[in-house]
């Protein structure tokens, strides 16, 4: 049987590596180990800490030259959703989430797969195989769910759950103040919907029915293309020196 301490965790620090979103520019990463009992306890304060999760490892950039990646949480309680964001909203009114134990499964691999291939073929993540996609999901110690975008059918309002082709997943860890979206995708082919936007809208719905304060996106890094969508949602704290500070 493996026996995992619960002292202290151990951090340890990366190699340089090419940055992925900006040129010319070497990326490291501190990063520790999410098991055991308390792993669950550790990701909310490293999440709160600037942190991501990825599987069972906690990471946060560490690198010597660049401090431009940015941790950012919504304040859901406080959020008012633009003009377009309702236009969204109502375009997807026929669409359930359903939360679903951190389980994988071939549709989910299929969505992701064509993800990928439409979206970041070039990406790290690009060469990922269905046991890859497996461990991404199931390998963690911390309350994670897989939530499942379907539209609604003739039944859902008796099952709570959609019916039909699955169109949107997202990967999220329930922590005590708020959610964190791990990860996410969505079937490239539908692009009328908007389909990214709205799972973050719906989870910032979830998380103010849960009377949580919180939504994490992980990292915002300033003139990233592919990353300009998150500071749409406000309002927003980002982490600096002086701790989580409301940008504007």
Known sequence: MTHHQTQSPQFFLTAPSPCPYLEGQYERKVFTHLVGDKAPELNDLLTQGGFRRSQNIAY?????????????????????????????????????????DAEPSTEQYSLFRAYLDARHRRGGMSDMTVLDYAMMVEDTHVDTKVIEYRRRGPDSFITGRGEGPLLAVALTDQMTDGLSMVYSFYDPA???????????????????????????????????????????????????????????
Request: with cysteine; charged share 25%; hydrophobic share 40%.
């Open 190 to 248: 539908v692009e009328d919907r908007s389909l990214g936007t709205f799972m973050i809208l719906d989870h910032i719905r979830r998380a103010t029915a849960a009377g949580l304060p919180h939504v994490y996106l992980g990292y915002w890094v300033g003139g990233a293309r592919k990353m300009a969508y998150k500071v749409r949602f406000k309002p927003q704290e980002h982490l600096g020196p002086n701790g989580w500070e409301r940008f504007e």
């Open 60 to 100: 946060r950039p560490a690198c010597e030259t660049c401090r431009a990646c940015v941790s950012v949480r919504i304040l859901a309680q406080e959020f008012q959703p633009t003009k377009s964001m309702k236009r969204i909203v109502k375009r997807n009114a026929d669409l359930i989430g359903t939360a679903h």
